[in-house]
């Protein structure tokens, strides 16, 4: 579980990038908080920087866009899911839980 | 509609094919093209395929499953030469002919060569070939490496070069490279991350020839200097593969002239990607061979244009670590003005403008106010932009 930012600090239309290894990008779109792998499986852009409309996110580089709620694509040229991530909110604190830790904690 | 024939399987004529299924073209679909290999994409050969950062298997435009879902025949390794005056037989190299109701030109740009017999040591850029054989000769140990042409491909090479630990030179004929893309300032801007990157550039200075018999060992300057080389790469521009359409009917100056809508004087036959003129001009970039072949193919579906295309035009290229992205439609004459971070941070979005509208913009290292500007630029929604956050140019 990694701690990400104050709640109030991550606005609807709001993004950050935390730096795991992959990198993994937190939103808060829809009204919903949401975390995703940050590089593109098309090539290498960060989607942290993308465009939010809904709960979809297009990728700066040549708009692939991704459902932040599976993580995959829905338009080329992006042809493989990113994955995604569990998001709670602690005491005010938005807390990301990688993927792959929940798989081993399980 | 029965059968299309694609001819070109490169980019712009893998989206066709897609295209044609996702709009229900269940006929027999033929794809030829003249490599031997499967689809893959270009803009990674100058950058991290050459840097040896994404493998060959890195490069593919499609996987088996959706290979198998198109349902075409695929040949590689086959060059079209000719179409016939109705645009009804596609002939092939070796003889073979495809009798076809409907065709796709996808044959993509060659790089432009300078004149003279060929030397060892000497490249060009365009395909995977070529840039397997300019990677192989840059593991072999440190080079001296002269570029030829500071455009994108030129710049991206020599970033490349440089950064896998090779001495490199850029030439360029211009005062400044990329000056009709970018305009003076920024054109200064892109130039000045060469010498970032330790790599030499020289400007306004054409190449008189090239040494050596049958390596190459040096280039000479118009002015008389030689720089002296162990690696050539020549990347002067490149040029329209419309040599097989000689003897059609169709119209062919710097591309196959299309409509609006990618059609060409014969409603079955369209043309998409670096091919194709479309309504007056040609894009040589990845955006628009992967825009144009829904309307393409739409219109050819349809029998007559029904639809346009005006993407707005839209690059990116990386170098020296920087990400560069434009999008818009530069005039000479447009004021430039950075609107966000600075130039000597490395960091900025810049706005052309004329007559206090956005006609385009340059990024480097700013995807998402980029993406902002790029966005209202293609709803055509440029709007007049606030003089108070304007910031002097600096250089
Ligand atoms: C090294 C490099 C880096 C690039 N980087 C960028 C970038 O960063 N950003 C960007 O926007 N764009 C970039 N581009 C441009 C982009 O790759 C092209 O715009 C795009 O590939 C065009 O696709 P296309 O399918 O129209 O043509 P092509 O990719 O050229 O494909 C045409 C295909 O047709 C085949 N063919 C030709 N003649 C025949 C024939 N007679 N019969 C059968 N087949 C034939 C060719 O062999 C080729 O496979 C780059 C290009 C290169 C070469
Ligand atoms: S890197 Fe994201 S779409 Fe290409």
């Not at chain 2, 959706?66 to 190299?93: K, N, Q, S, Y």
């Not at chain 2, 994108?152 to 970033?159: C, K, L, R």
């Not at chain 2, 690696?231 to 409509?259: E, F, K």
């Not at chain 2, 170098?319 to 971070?341: C, L, M, N, P, T």
Request: charge should be negative.
């Amino acid at each position: 579980m990694i701690p990400v930012c104050r709640l109030e600090d991550l606005p609807e239309g709001g993004s950050v990038r935390i730096d795991t290894a992959p990198p993994i990008a937190v939103f808060h779109a829809d009204g919903e908080l949401y975390a995703i792998d940050d590089t593109c499986t098309h090539q290498d852009a960060s989607l942290s920087e993308g465009w939010l409309e809904g709960c979809l996110v297009e990728c700066p580089l040549h708009e692939a866009s991704f459902d932040l709620r599976t993580g995959r694509p829905t338009c080329l040229p992006a042809r493989r899911p990113v994955r995604t991530h569990r998001v709670t909110v602690e005491d005010g604190v938005v807390h990301v839980h990688p993927a792959a830790e929940e798989g081993t904690a399980a | 509609m029965r059968t299309v024939t694609v001819v070109g399987a490169s980019l712009a004529g893998l989206y066709a094919a897609r295209e044609l299924r996702a709009q229900g073209f269940d006929g027999r679909l033929v794809i030829v093209g003249e490599e031997s290999h499967r689809p893959y994409d270009r803009p990674p050969l100058s950058k991290d395929f050459l840097l040896g950062k994404a493998g060959e298997d890195q490069l593919a435009l499609s996987d088996v499953d959706e290979t198998l879902e198109l349902g075409a025949e695929w040949m590689f390794g086959v060059r079209a030469r000719g179409l016939d005056a109705r645009g009804r037989t596609v002939l092939l190299e070796g003889g073979r002919t495809v009798s076809t109701d409907g065709v796709v030109i996808a044959t993509g740009a060659s790089a432009r060569r300078l004149p003279g017999p060929a030397l060892t040591g000497v490249h060009t850029l365009r395909t995977l070939d070529d840039a397997r054989s300019l990677r192989a000769e840059l593991l072999r140990g440190p080079r001296r490496v002269v570029v030829i042409g500071g455009g994108f491909i030129g710049a991206e090479t020599a970033s490349s070069c440089a950064a896998l630990g090779h001495s490199v030179t850029v030439v360029e004929a211009a005062p400044l490279p990329l000056l009709p893309q970018l305009g003076p300032e920024m054109a200064a801007v892109c130039a000045g991350l060469h010498a970032r990157g330790g790599v030499e550039l020289v400007t306004g200075v054409g190449v008189a020839a090239l040494r050596g018999d049958s390596a190459v060992h040096g280039v000479e300057l118009a002015d008389g200097r030689v720089l002296p080389a162990d690696v050539v790469v020549v990347g002067i521009g490149a040029v329209p593969n419309t040599g097989w359409l000689a003897g059609s009917t169709l119209a062919l100056h710097d591309g196959v002239l299309c409509d609006d809508g990618c059609v060409t004087a014969l409603p079955q036959v369209v043309a998409v990607g670096d091919v194709a003129r479309v309504g007056g001009a040609r894009a040589e970039h990845w955006t628009s061979a992967t825009a144009q072949p829904r309307v393409a193919v739409r219109n050819l579906l349809a029998g007559h244009a029904v639809e346009t295309v005006r993407p707005m035009p839209y690059f990116w290229s990386d170098q020296y670590g920087s990400r560069i992205q434009f999008a818009g439609r530069r005039k000479d004459g447009d004021q430039v003005r950075v609107v966000e971070g600075a130039v000597e941070d490395g960091s900025f979005l810049a706005l052309y403008e004329r007559a206090g509208v956005t006609t385009a913009a340059l990024a480097v290292d700013r995807p998402r106010p980029f993406t902002r500007v790029r966005r209202e630029l293609a709803r055509g929604e440029a709007r007049p932009v606030v003089r108070s956050v304007a910031e002097p140019v600096a250089l």
